[in-house]
């Protein structure tokens, strides 16, 4: 599917035929703000517009979703989330990292903020309890930016002769300083060298690996951030030209080629943040709706990339894993 046609399927234009109930002037408004670009988000917000419907709310029939892309332009997030609060929207959907949240917490303290986040919710200053959230947020949180040295004690398992673990992290992500201080402590009691590469564009993650290959990197972890989900072909891609193992945080990257993926299931949380979203245009006031984390997270191995890098992989491992692709 081509990018324009994924933009379409995204904003509803595609999805939904016109219909007098689709144009209803009753209909809900809410605003979906997200720090990454559509054509990567496909199924994180099908599964979103999945928990919607479950509260009896469906796009284009009694809801109207407006949705703003920063395009892996953090900085573009207060001006969007500006314009969703121009609107009046009835709530946001603030996915892809703690900035969109923070964003749009800054725009309104008002309007309902139901967040996606994979960092820590209360270090990141959007809650102050997760039980009962203050103010006009609530959300999911996926844990994935705290889960870095639990994937680099992976790493080091499957391949314990890994003198040297490079590290991907994108400096404009606010969790970036935290995931780097968990990749050196883990690092540090792995017994490994760590060799941390800075990339916010695609052409840093290429002069990255350039360097990962030039430090002898044994493997390579991909740190959470949205810009890197939404780069992961290419980030698996150059994995495979260096032969490098990889390791991310989303279960896609080893979809698309990427050796290994760690987390939480992001459809789940997107779910999850639909229906927290139905309960609130329902009436539910965030004030009482605990920020949610899950309770499973599945290790997810390619088996088809290991045998292109020339990698083999201990049977106690692969049986660790949630998944096998082969």
């Not at 959007?126 to 949180?141: D, F, H, K, W, Y």
Request: charged letters at 20%; aromatic letters at 6%; glycine letters at 8%.
């Amino acid at each position: 599917m081509k990018r324009r046609e994924f933009i379409l399927a995204l904003g509803g234009a595609a999805a939904w035929p016109l219909s007098a109930s689709a144009q209803q002037a009753d209909a809900i408004v809410a605003g979906l703000l997200h720090s990454g670009s559509p054509d990567d988000q496909v199924n994180l917000v099908s599964a979103t517009r999945n928990g919607l419907k479950e509260a009896g709310y469906i796009e284009g029939q009694n809801l109207k979703i407006e949705y703003r892309w920063a395009e892996g332009r953090y900085d573009r997030l207060p001006g969007l989330a500006a314009e969703l609060v121009n609107l009046h929207v009835a709530l946001i959907i603030a996915a892809g990292g703690s900035d969109p949240a923070r964003a749009a917490r800054d725009a309104t303290s008002a309007i309902p903020i139901v967040f996606v986040s994979a960092a820590d919710p209360i270090k990141a200053g959007l809650v102050a309890s997760l039980n009962r959230p203050e103010g006009n947020v609530t959300g999911i949180s996926l844990i994935g930016s705290t889960l870095e040295a639990k994937r680099l004690e992976l790493l080091h398992e499957m391949l314990p002769q890994a003198s040297t673990i490079g590290v991907l992290i994108n400096p404009k992500y606010s969790a970036a300083k935290a995931q780097l201080q968990e990749a050196e402590e883990a690092t540090a009691r792995l017994g490994t060298k760590l060799v941390s590469q800075n990339a916010s564009t695609e052409r840093e993650v290429e002069a990255a690996f350039t360097n990962f290959v030039e430090q002898q990197a044994g493997a390579v972890l991909i740190c959470n951030d949205p810009f890197f989900g939404s780069a992961r072909e290419r980030i698996a891609s150059l994995a495979i030209r260096d032969k490098l193992p990889a390791m991310s945080f989303r279960r896609e990257f080893a979809e698309v080629g990427g050796l290994l993926s760690y987390g939480a299931q992001f459809e789940e949380g997107y779910r999850q943040a639909g229906v927290y979203a139905g309960r609130i245009l329902k009436g539910a006031k965030t004030t009482d709706l605990p920020v949610i984390q899950p309770t499973k997270f599945e290790l997810v191995v390619n088996l088809k990339t290991a045998k292109a890098i020339g990698l083999t992989i201990s049977e106690s491992f692969l049986l660790r894993a949630d998944e096998v692709i082969e």
